[in-house]
């Protein structure tokens, strides 16, 4: 289904770049401190270079690192005052 083709997570460090990846195209935006997405460099780079490498190696720490957002509610409600919906 589509639900399980999409998934939110979370982790503790601070976001500095977006990856999206497009049949064999993979872009990614440099955050600026304090800068929107429009303001940001972007890089455009090809599947199988070794800046695609890189930046597939990046993800799939930042994935590692993560965990579901519905886990962190549910470790985190009482501190944060969160309420399921």
């Not at 199988?48 to 957002?69: E, I, M, Q």
Request: net charge neutral; glycine share 6%; aromatic share 12%.
């Amino acid at each position: 289904t589509q639900r399980e083709r999409f998934q939110v997570r979370v982790y503790s460090s601070y976001p500095t770049c977006s990856l999206v990846q497009g049949d064999t195209d993979m872009y990614c935006t440099i955050y600026g401190f304090g800068l929107r997405g429009a303001d940001c460099p972007k890089i455009r780079t090809h599947i199988g270079s070794p800046l695609a490498d890189w930046f597939l190696h990046h993800f799939d720490n930042v994935f590692s690192a993560s965990v579901p957002l519905e886990k962190w509610m549910e470790e985190h409600a009482k501190s944060a005052n969160i309420s399921r919906v």
